[in-house]
Structures are given as structure tokens and as C-alpha cells.
């Protein structure tokens, strides 16, 4: 006979164990071990310091293939750079469906370590908390998604649907070292029906959940580039002509334009599931927007922008002036002005129409209007009523008790690339309190911080989604 050799990581309740798939299939998760090896690979992630820039994404990515393949997981490297890999494992379905793909990103956004209280790489565990750069962006998808994989694999799950876990490189602001170069040349390699990734939350508020947003759809951002010119001069003569003056005129006449409101499916969905659940002002509001009457509807959206900004925001193409650049002495006029507006479209926008409009507002022929780079993240979104829109609200019920939102980010995800190939991409997360944000403990923040609850609870919820969508009926 040969001895069977079941090691302290594999992370399963045996119960009674036999041969074949239907014995496989009845063995459940041992969450409490479970939870322990969540933790130690989250914890390593968020200690490879993977700044972007430069990125070195293969420090994250050579860590999760050792992990996979010493669990005999098929794992492949793709990359552009050889310090900026992306990785790409998988586990085999019996075909009767299509792949199943869970993606996160390995770089973070760079730091300034001067502004953190514990180590940005350090993962410091403190008061229920794991604190770092990437806890929240994107090392919680990117652990929940390889510890998909291992349970899986160390259950001997049945699948329908080939599961394929893609850790990608660049996603914070050079995705070309990342999922454009993984669409473009390995598409196939990643290629499936339906994406889970980032991109989504469950909201509490004083630590009782309020609801799950969904990512189906998400703004398009696109930078434009406003340029005052004219003759330059010694500041103590005053000139019509001088730049930064006719660049401020611009620059506030776009930040004061208002475009058109215009509500898609995801936008409508989200307002009529909302409504029932807000504090009554936000209630009111919802039902005044959601009324098409024009005098309820403005009312609507000034108490939105005073007070929920955020859903002001999906309503309308939105520019936000972000970067001014101007004169070198203080007793000189320069000959020219530069400001950089951060314009987010909607997904049905035309960009070159909205271009037309910004031009429109500024109304000054001295000053130049442009965008920045000549294209953007493509335009798409994923339909409500799929498969996995339905398997994430049954999860959502179960693990939250909440009701599901689907929701259309102003943010970018890499999301956008796969749903212009057709994959139906579903931005998910784990529980976040909204206080965080305000106190600075949020994505992008000096101390971004997790719950280790809520990573927890965040890789039982994906893994009910999981097995929902791809395991054998």
C-alpha cells in the first residue's frame, strides 16, 4: 500500500476520507487553519515592497508561484520587464463552463515613510489591525485569491469551470507592464466568462454593516491639459495678456461646470436599492432624484454634492483641476501656464464631444485644450443579471446580511481592459468602516489598515462565490 502523506498545511477538516471526487467534494474548509495561513501570506505580501514606481512585482510574483507549485498548482510568468512580472496559475475544469478568472494586483502606490506611524512594509498587527501599504490595495484580493487556489487544490474540488488566478503588475498608473500587456499578447491565457477582482466593499458605519457594493461599471478617467500662453514681461507692468491670469479664468470655469446628469442601468439600480436603506435626508434626496421631476431632481443633486458627494459624482462627467504649473520669480510674468484637470467620463461618453464642451466652457482662444494621452482605459461594463452578479448576492445575504449594491466606480480598475474583451468583471472587497477614510486610514492613506476580521470573513465570502460559480453541480 502507499502511504498517504497529509501535511499540517494542508488545510482541510478530513472527517472521513476516501477516494474520488464525490468524497472530495463533501470535505469542508478548516477555517481555523485557514485563517492562520491567510494571515502568514498576507503578511509576507505586504512586506515585499512593491512601490510603483519602479513596481518590482516579480518580488510578489516569485513568492505566490513557490507557494503554488510547491502545492503542485501550474503556474506561468509573463513578463515585459523581467523585474515586473505577472503570474498566471491555474486549475483545470472539466469544460461544462467557462474559466473562472480571480485577478489582484501586486504593486501599491509608493509611500512617504516620514508620515507612518508603523513601517509602511512592516505589517505590524496592532489592536485587531494589520497596518501597511497594500492592506487594503490590492494584497486582500491578491491573498484571498491565492488562498482560493490552495483550498481548491487541497480539497480536490470538482470544477466545471477552469479557475485562473492572474497576479498582474502596473495596475497603479503603468498598466502597459501589466493587463494591456496580458490582453494584448496572452489573452488566451486568461481569458473567461466571468472576473472577480477589485474594484468593490461592504460599508459599515460604527461597526454594523450597511451594504455591499458590487463594482458592474466604472468612470473612464482621462487628464486634460489646459495651456495659457502670451508675451512674458516684468511683473510690475500688468498685462491683459498674462497667462496665469487667463489660465485661472479657465481653470475655475471648469471646475464650476456642471454637464448634463445622466443615470445608466448600474446608477439606476444602485439609487432604487439605496434609497430604502439610507438615513431619511439621503432618502429623500434619492426619491427626489429618482422622481424625473426637474426642480426635485436639482435639489437632488446640491444636497448630493454638500453632503454624499461620492453619488454625486456617478451622476455626470465630473473635472477636478488637480496640478497648476507657472512662473519661476515672483517679478515676472511667465509666458506660459499649465493646469492639469483630472476629467472622469461616463462610460457612454464620446471623449472627443467632451473635449468639444471643455473648450466650449473655457471660451479663450490663448488657451490651448488637450488631453493629455491621446487614448484612455477602454469603455464597458458587466451586466446585472448573470450568473455572478446572482452568486455574489447570495454570498452577500450570507456572510454580510446586507443588501448588494452594484455600483459604478469614479476610480479605475484593471477591469475595464477585460470587460472590452467581453469578460464579465465583478468588482468585490472585504468590510471597511467609513470612518477610516477621514481619520487617513484608507487606500492611498499614511496608515492604511485592515480588520483582520473582516480578511477573514472577506476569504470565506470568496470562497462561497468561488465555489458557487465554478464547482461541479
Not at 444636497?303 to 451622476?315: D, H, K, M, S, T
Request: charged share 25%; proline share 7%.
Amino acid at each position: 500500500m502507499r502511504r498517504l502523506v497529509i501535511p499540517a498545511a494542508a488545510l482541510v477538516s478530513l472527517g472521513t476520507w476516501g477516494g474520488g471526487a464525490a468524497q472530495a467534494q463533501s470535505l469542508a474548509p478548516d477555517w481555523s487553519r485557514i485563517e492562520a495561513e491567510t494571515l502568514e501570506h498576507y503578511q509576507a505580501l505586504v512586506r515585499l515592497d512593491t512601490s510603483n514606481p519602479p513596481g518590482n512585482e516579480t518580488r510578489a510574483a516569485n513568492y505566490l508561484r513557490d507557494v503554488l507549485e510547491r502545492e503542485g498548482i501550474a503556474v506561468e510568468m509573463f513578463a515585459l520587464d523581467p523585474e515586473r512580472a505577472n503570474l498566471v496559475a491555474r486549475l483545470p475544469g472539466s469544460g461544462a463552463r467557462r474559466p473562472l478568472l480571480l485577478m489582484g494586483h501586486t504593486d501599491v502606490v509608493t509611500v512617504d515613510p516620514t508620515r507612518w506611524t508603523h513601517p509602511p512594509f512592516g505589517a505590524v498587527r496592532e489592536g485587531g489591525y494589520v497596518y501597511g501599504r497594500g492592506t487594503l490595495d490590492d494584497k486582500d484580493n491578491l491573498t484571498a485569491s491565492l488562498m482560493m487556489m490552495l483550498t481548491l487544490k487541497r480539497l480536490g474540488v470538482p470544477l466545471d469551470r477552469e479557475v485562473i488566478f492572474l497576479a498582474e503588475a502596473g495596475e497603479e498608473g503603468t498598466t502597459r507592464w501589466g493587463i494591456d500587456f496580458m490582453v494584448a499578447e496572452h489573452f488566451d491565457r486568461i481569458d473567461a466568462e466571468f472576473c472577480l477582482a477589485e474594484g468593490g466593499s461592504v460599508t459599515r458605519e460604527s461597526s454594523a454593516v450597511r451594504y455591499a457594493s458590487i463594482g458592474t461599471l466604472e468612470k473612464i478617467p482621462r487628464a486634460v491639459e489646459l495651456i495659457a500662453r502670451g508675451p512674458a514681461g516684468h511683473a510690475s507692468v500688468p498685462l491683459l495678456t498674462n497667462p496665469v491670469a487667463r489660465l485661472s479664468i479657465a481653470v475655475g470655469a471648469v471646475a464650476q461646470w456642471q454637464p448634463p446628469i445622466r443615470l445608466n442601468e448600474t446608477t439606476t439600480e444602485f439609487f432604487r436599492r439605496v434609497g430604502p436603506i439610507s438615513p431619511p435626508n439621503d432618502a429623500r434626496s434619492v426619491a427626489d432624484l429618482l422622481s424625473g421631476q426637474p426642480a426635485r431632481v436639482d435639489a437632488a443633486i446640491r444636497y448630493f454634492q454638500e453632503n454624499v458627494p461620492g453619488w454625486a459624482a456617478i451622476l455626470r462627467t465630473s473635472a477636478s483641476p488637480t496640478i497648476l504649473q507657472a512662473g519661476t520669480r515672483t517679478n515676472v510674468i511667465p509666458s506660459e501656464a499649465r493646469a492639469t484637470i483630472d476629467v472622469r467620463l461616463l462610460p457612454d461618453d464620446d471623449p472627443e464631444e467632451v473635449l468639444r464642451q471643455i473648450r466650449e466652457v473655457v471660451n479663450d482662444p490663448a488657451v490651448e485644450v488637450r488631453f493629455v494621452n491621446p487614448t484612455g482605459r477602454p469603455p464597458g461594463g458587466s451586466a446585472i443579471d448573470t450568473e455572478a452578479f446572482r452568486a455574489i448576492e447570495r454570498a452577500v445575504s450570507r456572510h454580510y446580511q446586507t443588501v448588494t449594491l452594484p455600483s459604478m466606480g469614479t476610480g479605475a480598475t484593471d477591469m475595464a481592459q477585460l470587460r472590452a474583451q467581453r469578460v464579465q468583471c465583478y468588482g468585490i472587497g472585504p468590510a471597511i468602516d467609513r470612518e477610516d477614510g477621514p481619520l487617513g486610514f484608507g487606500s492611498h492613506s499614511d496608515q492604511e489598515r485592515i480588520l483582520e476580521s473582516e480578511l477573514h470573513r472577506f476569504v470565506r465570502f470568496y470562497w462561497d462565490i468561488v465555489n458557487d460559480l465554478a464547482a461541479r453541480r
